[in-house]
């Protein structure tokens, strides 16, 4: 094949003639400078040229490097970017690199030259760059076939792939057998192997059509075709990151891409929904789900309070929308013109911000997406339920102002015998008692009947808690012997020690007990002791040590009881006549000693009538809400962000098309203020009209999902650095056909699928392997192994296990979930029947890993993952073998075969044809010795099951 | 070099020809370095939280003068919000080794090793975040889906041996670093140069046979196996991925013998589970010791490239679980150091002692370091990633000496600006490979581990 490059040559034409003044200094004072700092890395004898800038030739720094800009502007220093560097005005660019600064005499000369106008007679030099410009192949219009709709037929597709293989001398292979060709189509179709039985009834009556057609009407079909185009969108269900929270209501939108792909919707349509659903679907859930494309990837939501750090966070969760729209439907990397013109394609910086500002308004999240009707429905329902709650609260409140003012005045009158509660040590002396146990009960704590004398937080802490015999000794440490229990209230499940009461007994301030519900700490000590004394402990550190922001609350009030035998409690001490911690406290101490018995009659009634409207309240079917992004029109207009940095905003960039390809497609640039809606819409509306690449590489991704590779074998990049078609005509030919065909893929299917191309054996053959062992010219159909989910799916299903109903709704998961403070996700041992789903409708979140699926190249979808990794490891043998998935299905299977010709129904089960001779006398040794299980177990594990032909 | 020949290898086995089925796996991932290595393993030790450089490592003599007064320059706001005034280090520091280098008494143990250790006092970070600045710390971008250096080096070199993984991340009893998984991930390299997670608390993943079946039925199962794969094999000329196949479930069956030997400290005589400290009474020092024993283990078994790990995540557990100390600096490191510093020096010295120092570089990581100032409201301090410290030792580098230094104060990196680029151009440097001819085509770009930046830091190399 034939690779074409283009080149894009700077060529400057020169017009101002140099005086001999300023050639003599150039020559004198600058040339030795240029030669000595600069060409090591700026010239064409650099061992690596940086920056794309050549400083050896006049026109290298008038075409100027990754800037995009001139490196000099004659007569300007101060905007010339090659002095602005060298004077370290510019951050991270810095010249020389590594290296002090030029001596300022150095710089005051180049300065000065450019001052006169850069004098340079150095002429020629080398400035191309080996780089795609608008002549590239993607960028060109179709070719036009003359393609007829109703012309149904796949000559076309065949005609195009034989002639390249005739110039290679080759040809088609004889076409497949029926066992193959369906249990092929059935894989490809719906990632599921066929029946025994429709294989048979395939084999009496090969009809292929007919074949096509059944396949492509099942939901399976959406299940496996869905799948491949969530893998484009990066659709993955936490948001990655530190955090990496799972998020549970992103499924609505991956199973309205299943949906759309069954239903055949036109994929102009699906993408304009992606982009733009919430503009052109406003109340229409079907329809605004689509958007969640948007929100799909990752971001970062970490409270972040730097400024700077804020700035960047949002300029990379913009990236994400950008990154995935362009390689999604345009195969480009417009992410690569984020910090400078784009070194390998025709898009310069301003074009990325051009797309961005589409985006600007969009921020992940989730809201409600409802219809109109049922916004009013639910408003109805819950309108006189409120009504009566803010009655009901109205009356509480004023019961409660009433009594709180009578506190007001009551509080002056307390008087307290002792000190209040101390974070850094709060002691109770008591009388000697012998006790086995000691429990301290918990009634309040400092954070407490804060702004109303009713208001209870909860949840305080203590680092240590201390019981004293009458020697003086602790003996409340774990050291001594003591057990603690006590209820708390934050767990970390993957470290069982974190927050637990035994940090109160360990000697040390440094960690706390969080205590939780009830609010009990119980000491068992290793003997009956004779106590007097105990002292607990909420600081961390020295009563010098600022620990506003730090410590949690300090119990307030209490009762120690003690006990010998665990049963029979007495109250040894409590917090009675201490001081209150707060005036909150006070406010409730004086409000509990005033307070009537009617008064509290009449609260404990308001607040059963309060409770029981809000569960009615609760009772009401919530709007569904989904993950959909939030939009807000964005105050600032979108700005070009100087080498990538948000910190350096340049000129303001209007929402509008890429400009390279304004000569082909319909351009668009609206107002920089445009509503951010319509910013959406108008890009969503330049991709899906008259826009050539979204049908070349929609076109091409079919023909992979297909034949394993792609025309283009890089699918979501048709730049420079991207693969050049192996058949191009034949890729413009689906695209046009694509767009015939109204963007809906079924009938490209069907076109693919009833071609000579497609049903050719897989053989192997000695003279197309020479050529091209890869079988890119589809000298046979190439053979390829199962994806991750299916191969689970496959065990699934052959086992008689597989759960194909319900179609979609929330998903299963294959690891357990931890969240403190972030998400931890680790793999499951046992998958439970509950997860006997497909396994498209498992919960990928991000960075985890789950058995059978990571294993076999399940995308970690931090990126979009266009095509499948396809790797042979040994852990993969390790989970096949070992994890009780396998196991489990292997029983399943063995279950369901019959006592007569079990070997025979497996392979015809699993492998679709009848076993060898050979094959039968040894699985039947395997059964007689280890039963039918072990067979199955193997079978399971067998190269046959996953790759097909 | 042509790096392209393994972008095919990797991606798809198809089109190898004549390969024996046991050597295989090997051969392919047996690669050649660019130029002479000095060093052909890895042990990265990586302490997440940010452990702080001003309390471990870099000494500020005019921070503890300093103390309690403002950090010249306008008041700043950080990761968590506003800083208080400088805040000395609760622990002295000494001077240690011939080289004098001063170390906080926090870490006696590892005093003891400076001469051998290259001090990279300049680092910096572009994140203040620990989840991006721990991944960048291992991939150099602060966004996931990028390899790791470890998968790097796995793709550039493969294996040193055929019954073990080439690259073992070695778990906290804690739990996993801040954005767990992505730390040791192959990002877009195949799949098989991501890390194994294995440690003393956990072993390899479904690597034992399941209970209910006895080892004749696996031998009669794996045989029968091998007889249909071989027959499917014979009908399949040419289709060299099901040869792939069968090997890796021969290397999978070496593992399997391989692994549990490895993970058997048992073996190892008294004396040296009372260097490492692996029955200490505080649990999770005895833990992380046994995890250092089994890091020397698996060097010496030719594991390529081994992460351990000294604490884990970001949590609600005050300063427990890593070295993220923004409340109480002193409670929280009197925990950690104890955990880190035995343990970690005995790793040092044993590596030392049995020669291997020649084939093993360690570096010492951690996402960024600590302000100088406590937290407003707190005895602790806040993210920085303008400064933190890391250090190499071992093949190729030279001992007791410290490139790059902060300013006064260890607010900012000042002399010698170091990025995690010049810290992996480096790495790779020493392991014989030119950061800038290590490629992988990815999505549109050719990717590097070390991005389009990075220089290597010749002031350390022996």
Not at chain 1, 317 to 326: E, I, K, N, Q
Request: charged content about 20%.
């Amino acid at each position: 094949m034939k690779l074409f490059f283009s080149f894009i040559a700077g060529v400057w034409v020169q017009t101002a003639l140099a005086s001999p003044e300023g050639l003599l200094f150039f020559e004198q004072k600058v040339r030795p400078v240029l030669v000595e700092h600069c060409y090591s890395c700026h010239s064409a004898e650099a061992k690596k040229l940086k920056g794309n800038l050549y400083l050896d030739s006049k026109a290298g720094w008038q075409k100027g490097g990754d800037s995009g800009e001139p490196a000099i502007i004659p007569g300007k220093p101060e905007e010339s970017l090659l002095i602005r560097t060298i004077q370290h005005l510019e951050e991270d660019l810095e010249m020389p690199p590594k290296k002090p600064k030029l001596a300022a005499a150095v710089i005051a000369d180049l300065v000065t030259w450019v001052k006169l106008g850069a004098p340079d007679p150095r002429e020629g030099g080398k400035v191309e760059v080996k780089r795609a410009d608008k002549t590239w192949w993607s960028l060109q219009p179709l070719r036009d076939f003359k393609s007829q709709i109703s012309d149904f037929k796949s000559a076309g597709i065949d005609d195009f792939i034989s002639a390249k293989l005739k110039e290679k001398g080759l040809d088609f292979n004889p076409p497949a057998d029926p066992r193959a060709l369906i249990r092929r189509m059935t894989y490809d179709l719906h990632g599921l192997p066929p029946t025994p039985e429709e294989v048979e009834s395939f084999v009496q009556k090969p009809d292929v059509a007919a074949l096509v057609d059944r396949l492509l009407a099942s939901p399976r079909y959406g299940e496996r075709y869905g799948r491949h185009w969530l893998d484009v969108v990066r659709f993955g269900e936490s948001n990655g990151f530190e955090r990496n929270f799972i998020i549970d209501d992103l499924w609505p939108f991956r199973d309205y891409v299943i949906r759309s792909i069954h239903a055949d919707k036109p994929f102009d349509q699906l993408i304009i929904e992606h982009l733009a659903g919430d503009v052109i679907g406003k109340n229409q859930p079907e329809i605004e789900v689509g958007s969640a494309f948007l929100v799909a990837g990752p971001y970062d939501d970490v409270g972040n309070q730097d400024r700077v750090a804020q700035a960047n966070i949002r300029a990379a969760t913009l990236d994400d929308m950008v990154t995935a729209t362009s390689g999604a439907f345009l195969g480009l990397t417009i992410n690569c013109a984020r910090c400078h013109d784009h070194k390998f394609d025709p898009i310069p910086a301003e074009d990325y911000y051009r797309i961005k500002s589409a985006f600007e308004g969009v921020t992940h999240g989730r809201r409600v997406v409802a219809s109109a009707e049922a916004r009013v429905a639910h408003q109805q329902a819950l309108k006189p339920l409120q009504t009566e709650l803010t009655r009901l609260m109205a009356e509480q409140d004023a019961l409660d102002k009433a009594l709180n003012d009578r506190a007001k005045t009551a509080v002056a009158h307390l008087r307290f015998t002792r000190s209040a509660v101390d974070a850094h040590g709060t002691e109770e002396s008591f009388a000697p008692v012998t006790a086995k146990h000691l429990r301290f009960v918990i009634h309040s704590f400092t954070n407490d009947y804060q702004g109303t004398p009713t208001k209870r937080v909860g949840g305080g802490k203590l680092t240590e808690f201390e019981v004293f015999d009458t020697s003086g000794r602790n003996v409340a440490l774990a050291s001594h012997g003591t057990q603690v229990e006590g209820a708390r209230s934050a767990v970390a499940e993957d470290f069982p020690q974190a927050y637990g009461p035994q940090y109160c007994i360990d000697g040390a301030r440094g960690e706390a007990w969080f205590i939780g519900n009830p609010p009990v700490l119980t000491l068992t000590f290793a003997k009956p002791e004779r106590i007097i004394r105990v002292n607990f402990i909420n600081a961390r550190g020295e009563r010098s040590t600022d620990e506003s922001k730090v410590r949690g609350a300090t119990p307030t009030e209490y009762e120690i009881q003690v006990s010998e035998d665990g049963q029979v409690w007495t109250t040894v001490a409590t917090d009675e006549g201490r001081q209150p911690a707060t005036s909150g406290h006070a406010l409730a101490k004086a409000r509990k000693a005033m307070i009537s018995q009617e008064e509290t009659a009449r609260l404990a009634a308001l607040q059963k009538q309060i409770s029981a409207i809000q569960a009615q309240i609760g009772r009401v079917p919530a709007l569904p809400q989904m993950w959909v992004g939030n939009h807000a029109q964005p105050k600032e207009p979108t700005t070009l962000h100087k080498g990538g940095d948000p910190m350096k905003p340049g000129e303001v960039i209007a929402p509008a098309s890429l400009k390279v390809l304004s000569e082909v497609t319909p351009a668009y640039e609206l107002p920089a203020d445009a509503p951010e809606g319509e910013r959406r819409l108008a890009l969503a509306k330049w991709i899906t009209q008259q826009n050539p690449l979204t049908a070349r590489v929609l076109a091409n991704r079919v023909w992979q999902w297909h034949f394993g590779a792609g025309i283009v074998d890089t699918p979501s990049d048709f730049g420079y650095l991207g693969s050049q078609p192996t058949h191009p005509e034949l890729l413009d030919y689906l695209a046009s056909r694509l767009i015939a065909h109204g963007w809906r893929l079924k009938a490209l299917h069907r076109e693919i699928l009833l071609s000579k191309t497609y049903q050719q054996s897989a053989a192997y053959r000695e003279d197309g392997a020479r050529l091209d062992a890869a079988s890119r010219l589809l000298w046979r159909f190439p053979p390829r192994r199962l994806q991750a989910e299916e191969v689970r799916d496959t065990m699934l299903f052959t086992a008689g296990q597989l759960k194909l109903e319900p179609i979609g709704g929330p998903g299963f998961r294959l690891y357990k979930h931890m969240q403190n403070n972030v998400s931890t996700y680790s793999p499951l041992d046992q998958h439970g029947p509950d997860t006997y789903r497909r396994a498209v409708y498992h919960q990928n979140a991000r960075a985890s890993i789950v058995d059978v699926l990571s294993d076999f190249d399940f995308p970690d979808t931090a990126f979009a993952a266009p095509r499948r990794a396809n790797t042979t490891t040994p852990l993969q043998a390790l989970t096949l073998l070992n994890h009780s998935f396998v196991l489990d299905m292997a029983g399943a299977l063995a279950d369901r075969l019959p006592q007569a010709n079990a070997v025979e129904a497996a392979y015809q089960i699993l492998f679709q044809r009848k076993p060898e001779t050979m094959e039968v006398q040894a699985a039947e040794q395997l059964i007689s010795g280890h039963g039918l299980r072990a067979f199955c177990r193997a079978l399971l594990n067998a190269n046959e099951l996953i790759y097909l032909d | 070099m042509d790096f392209s020949r393994r972008d095919f290898l990797s991606h798809m086995t198809t089109g190898l020809t004549g390969v024996a089925l046991s050597r295989l796996w090997a051969a392919e991932h047996r690669q050649q370095s660019h130029f002479h290595p000095k060093a052909r393993q890895v042990l990265q030790i990586f302490c997440p939280g940010g452990a702080s450089h001003v309390d471990l490592w870099d000494h500020k003599p005019l921070l503890e003068k300093h103390h309690g007064m403002p950090l010249p320059g306008a008041p700043e706001v950080s990761f968590q919000g506003k800083n208080g005034n400088l805040m000395k280090s609760p622990w002295a520091f000494q001077a240690a080794g011939q080289s004098g280098k001063m170390i906080s008494s926090l870490l006696p143990h590892l005093a003891h090793h400076v001469d051998d250790m290259a001090f990279i006092h300049s680092m910096t970070s572009r994140t203040n975040t620990h989840g991006p600045g721990c991944i960048a710390m291992n991939s150099c971008f602060t966004r996931e889906g990028f390899p790791s250096a470890g998968s790097w080096v796995s793709y550039a070199l493969g294996s040193l041996n055929d019954n073990l993984p080439t690259y073992v991340a070695i778990q906290d009893l804690r739990g996993e670093p801040p954005n767990g998984k992505a730390n040791w991930s192959n990002g877009f390299l195949p799949a098989q140069h991501q890390a194994v997670t294995m440690s003393a608390q956990q072993a390899l993943r479904n690597l034992v046979r399941p209970q209910a079946i006895a080892e004749s039925e696996e031998t009669a199962t794996r045989d029968f196996l091998q007889r249909i794969n071989l027959r499917h094999a014979q009908s399949h000329p040419g289709h060299h991925e099901l040869q792939a196949r069968m090997a890796a479930y021969e290397m999978a069956a070496k593992m399997q013998l391989t692994a549990p030997e490895v993970s058997d400290l048992s073996k190892e005589p008294q004396h040296v589970h009372d260097l490492y400290g692996t029955q200490d009474a505080n649990g999770l020092k005895a833990a992380y010791a046994r995890n250092c024993l089994l890091a020397r283990r698996f060097l010496e078994q030719g594991v390529r490239y081994v992460s351990l790990y000294c604490a884990s995540r970001a949590s609600a557990v005050d300063g427990l679980l890593n070295w993220d100390a923004h409340k109480t600096l002193k409670a929280d490191y009197e925990r950690h150091g104890p955990i880190f510093d035995q343990p970690t020096a005995a790793l040092l010295t044993d590596l030392k002692q049995r020669g291997m120092l020649n084939d093993v570089l360690i570096i010492w990581c951690t996402e960024f370091g600590r302000m100088p100032t406590h937290q407003e409201g707190t005895s602790g301090r806040d993210h920085n990633p303008d400064a933190f410290t890391t250090w190499m030792m071992g093949a190729g580098v030279k001992g007791g000496v410290s490139h790059g230094a902060t300013d006064d104060f260890g607010r900012r990196a000042a002399v010698d600006v170091t990025t995690v680029y010049d810290f992996y151009a480096t790495v790779l440097h020493l392991l014989g490979l030119d950061h800038e001819k290590l490629t992988y085509y990815h999505n549109g770009a050719k990717r590097r581990l070390t991005d389009v930046h990075g220089h290597v830091l010749n002031s350390i190399l022996a």
